[in-house]
């Protein structure tokens, strides 16, 4: 078992309840003495070999061929001693030491809370003078908390919201391409959103600032339902070029990423930078990806017509032409699945089916919104538009057995379920 450095254990009482109660009370009396010490390591051995003595195994050394009942229980007894030492050692700030432990006995929806109570410590304890070696712990407390939020995806947006904190917007913008940006699009998007509101936010800001400095009062513009946008309209416009408030490549960035958020506070901020975006000289914009070769006049549409900000036939007609214009062989599917996720998100699902089918995907590259899981299947199109057969005559014509036979197989569980929900009405 692990040595520890501590207070100078107690034999006598070890010998003493071993003779008295036997050796589980003794066990549990040394784990229970264990935990009031903080010797948390120790208790996870101890419970181990709790473990291996409940199940009848060799108290050392190897267990042995295991059948699945007696795997089974060592693995939920495992599971229970990682708990039970990996909290207590969470709390105490011993994030690391803690992630051994919580890595495979907690959900994500326990560990965020927790993991960002620790890190409200230390940011509540940044702004007071502390020693050489207090700040030195301090400092590789965050770096633990960020390895473990950030790069083990425990809590991307926790760790984005400290990379923010403490190496701005670059560095956090860095941070989500190389580690967030891989993960299923659900653990994207709180990140994401923290990214958008952060640029938003400092936008608004510089914007603000630079009408003051130019003899305005932009208080009323900052308490409009959208301050940025009532900030462009006071300082002239949405089509007058009036400055540079942030950097252009952060800009940019901040518009591609938001693509994974549906919620409408962050697309109405997306909305909001792209109408900044569009404001932008155009010697001073970077051609992005097709369907976003013009990136702020493409982001406008997109995240516009998804909160009624601008019309949902020209968005949709945009991408349209910009679908029409692409190989996909050269650009890869993002023309196609942009196209696809706007008109699900529009509520035009079969029109989102028939693009869906219609284009050639051999041999192009999947986009990152196909990577992230953020498209929906075609099932779930067929099923929500009832188009059934464009989808199975899709099928036939690509050679795609597999969703025909799914599809064949949810048209009539779809259509049981109508059945059964009329004679239920009868």
């Known amino acids: 078992m692990t040595s520890e450095p501590d207070e100078r254990p107690d034999f006598a009482a070890l010998e003493a309840a071993f003779a008295d109660r036997g050796a589980d009370a003794m066990l549990d009396a040394l784990a229970a003495s264990l935990a ?40 939920r007894l495992s599971l229970a001693a990682c ?71 425990a809590d991307p947006a926790l760790g984005i919201e400290l990379v923010l904190r403490t190496q701005g917007t670059c560095n956090a913008i860095t941070c989500y391409e190389q580690a967030v940006s891989r993960l299923a699009a659900t653990r994207q998007q709180p990140a994401a959103r923290r990214l958008v509101e952060h640029l938003h936010a400092e936008v608004i800001c510089n914007l603000a600032g630079d009408l003051e400095r130019r003899g305005l009062d932009p208080a009323a513009a900052l308490s409009a339902e959208m301050p940025l946008v009532a900030l462009l309209a006071m300082a002239g416009g949405r089509d007058d070029d009036m400055g540079i408030h942030v950097d252009v490549s952060h800009l940019q960035s901040i518009l591609r990423i938001a693509r994974i958020c549906s919620d409408q506070a962050t697309l109405r901020r997306g909305w909001e930078l792209a109408v900044y975006a ?37 968005a949709v007609a945009h991408f349209r032409r910009a679908l029409a214009a692409a190989d996909p062989v050269e650009v890869g599917t993002l023309p196609v699945d942009v196209l696809v996720l706007l008109l699900h998100r529009l509520g035009r699902d079969a029109e989102a089916l028939h693009a869906a089918v219609a284009q050639p ?7 990152p ?22 989808l199975l005559e899709a099928c036939r014509r690509q050679g795609d057995e597999i969703t025909f036979a799914v599809a064949l197989a949810a048209r009539e569980a779809a259509q049981n379920q109508v059945s059964g929900q009329s004679q239920r009405q009868q």
Do not use: N
């Open 278 to 314: 569009c404001r932008l000289p155009a010697e001073v914009a970077y051609p992005g990806e097709p369907p976003f070769e013009h990136v702020g006049q493409s982001s406008r549409l997109f995240f516009g017509a998804q909160v009624g900000m601008e019309s949902a036939a020209e």
């Open 83 to 153: 708990r039970e030492v990996g909290w207590p050692l969470l709390d105490a700030g011993q994030v690391a030491a803690a992630w051994m432990y919580l890595r495979a006995a907690a959900t994500a929806d326990e560990l965020s809370p927790r993991l960002a109570a620790v890190a409200e410590r230390v940011a509540g304890g940044e702004s007071s003078p502390v020693a050489a070696d207090e700040a030195d712990d301090r400092e590789r407390l965050r770096q633990e908390i960020l390895g473990v939020a950030l790069w083990e995806s």
């Open 361 to 367: 995907r051999e041999g192009a590259t999947p986009s």
């Open 369 to 390: 919104l196909q990577a992230a899981g953020l498209l929906p299947s075609l099932v779930g199109l067929a099923a929500d538009s009832a188009a059934w057969d464009t």
């Open 36 to 75: 009031s010490r903080g010797r948390w390591h120790a208790v996870f051995d101890l419970r181990m070999v709790q473990a291996r003595r409940t199940l009848g195994l060799p108290l050392a050394g190897d267990v042995g061929p295991l059948d699945d009942a007696a795997r089974d229980r060592l693995d």
